[in-house]
């Protein structure tokens, strides 16, 4: 049996005329963190919808779990996939009133039966999640009162309620100040030493280096490079990557990047 939560064999993903990625062959393990880097536009939120199984790649095979694909997922699968795969878009949107905990316990859904109501343990599984993501006290808070990063960390709560096996982030770090970046990067931290495994688009390389042990770079011809970050993230590679020369920094067993 594939011990993948996610594999790409030979994955070809276009925007129109435009290849993101050619014949990706990649796998992400129980417990292992990727982030996935590149220059703005060049498909990064794209590809995550692909590997989410909300848009069809143009060629190759993809699964979840052992379960091939076929994109779209069919409605009918979809709260059983919400319980293997979490996805946090780059964009929330609040079209009706509700409360920070309405909002919260939607992340419940997957679990629940058509007809079922949430429980008192769905509901200490939000307000736990609130608790993590530093929102105690907002759960009678209307959802359109929130300041950008209060309305980011809502939707990582949301995804924590949700308990899934795979993350797929797209810039989960959007609104957020540093102290909170850092929070909620330690914090999938934390998931994927319990077994979970993320992957998360993000604009530091610095930040993928030091919370990611492994990375994915699309360089925006279709072509790709995937390994180990302490291998794949360095100065030349990210040159390459960004289109500007970068020199990398080292303090406290850190790997920092900034530009010449």
Partial sequence: MNSALLEARRLDVDIGSHRICRALDWRVEAGESWAILGRNGVG??????????????????LSIADLALPNPIPGADLRAMARIRGYLSQHQFDPFASTVMETVL???????????????ADRRIAEAALTELDLDGF??????????????????????????????????????????QVAVMEMFARRAAHGAAIVAVLHDPGFAARYCGRALLLFGD???????????????????????????????????????
């Fill in 44 to 61: 990064k939120s794209t590809l995550l919808a692909t590997l989410a199984g909300f848009l069809a790649p143009h060629g190759g095979h």
């Fill in 106 to 120: 939607v992340g419940r859904h997957p679990h629940l039966g058509r007809w079922d109501w949430e429980s008192a």
């Fill in 139 to 180: 759960a009678e808070r209307e959802v359109q009162t929130l300041s950008g990063g209060e309305r980011q960390r809502l939707a990582v709560a949301q995804l924590l309620t949700q308990e899934p096996r795979l993350y797929l982030l797209d810039e989960p770090l959007t609104h957020l100040d540093l102290s909170h």
């Fill in 222 to 260: 279709g072509k790709w490079l995937a390994g180990p970050a302490a291998e794949v993230i360095n100065a030349t590679n990210l040159t390459r990557l960004y289109g500007h020369p970068l020199r990398e920094l080292c303090a406290d067993g850190h790997r920092w990047f900034v530009p010449c």
